[in-house]
């Protein structure tokens, strides 16, 4: 697979997040966003359940909440404090055997936990550059690991559980970063209108 720990790799994907949340405006809140029918808002709200959920299922084996996440008046420190959240969650070793049920998805060790998070934490810092029209260029060992996940991801189902639209195509000779969104549904050529 890889001798780069999937945290690590999740860790540096997080980073680059972190630059582009940093730098959203009250105003930006209200573009629109590759999630069809989400506003940057939406997008950063979901990203802090998502976070603090994972936090809390790495931590009690489960999570009772995978949407109660609060922007409040300042989003960057909401979604900072979750990110900090996650961390501090998947820090100790013990975590990556522990069975942890994630939302709708199942129960899986904590290993696989962290890749899903990882593939989740790639795709919304896509999300998040092109709502912005920032440049996006995540840790490529980040996106061949998060790929080989998104490739084993049944198409069918995905509208029932919302979690991916199907997948689509992209031109032979895509870039390993475009394939991998397209086997989540994105349109690797998505721009804010």
């Known amino acids: 697979m890889t001798g780069m720990d999937l945290r690590e790799l999740d ?3 997080l980073l680059i997040l972190d630059k582009l949340v940093a730098g959203v405006t ?12 989400w506003t940057l808002a939406d997008l950063l709200r ?3 359940s998502e976070n603090h959920a994972f936090a809390t299922a790495a931590r009690e084996g489960s999570a009772p909440d995978w949407d109660a996440g609060v922007l409040g008046d300042d989003a960057y420190a909401a979604y900072r404090a979750s990110v900090d959240d996650f961390l501090d969650a998947f820090t100790d ?19 696989i936990a962290a890749h899903m998070h990882l593939v989740d934490t790639l795709a919304h810092g896509w999300d998040l550059a092109r709502t912005l029209d920032l440049p996006y260029e995540p840790d490529a060992e980040a996106v061949y690991i998060a790929s080989k996940l998104a490739e084993r991801i049944p198409d069918e189902g995905r509208e029932k559980n919302g979690s991916f639209a199907h997948s689509v195509e992209v031109p032979a000779g895509a870039s390993e970063l475009d394939r991998f969104l ?5 349109d690797p050529a998505w721009r804010v209108s």
């Open 26 to 37: 009250s105003a930006d809140l209200a573009r629109p966003t590759p999630c069809a029918g």
């Open 11 to 13: 860790r540096r994907t």
């Open 46 to 48: 979901h990203q802090v």
């Open 93 to 111: 070793d013990a975590v990556l055997e522990r069975q942890l049920t994630i939302n709708h998805f199942g129960t899986f060790p904590g290993s």
């Open 182 to 186: 397209a086997l989540l549904g994105r």
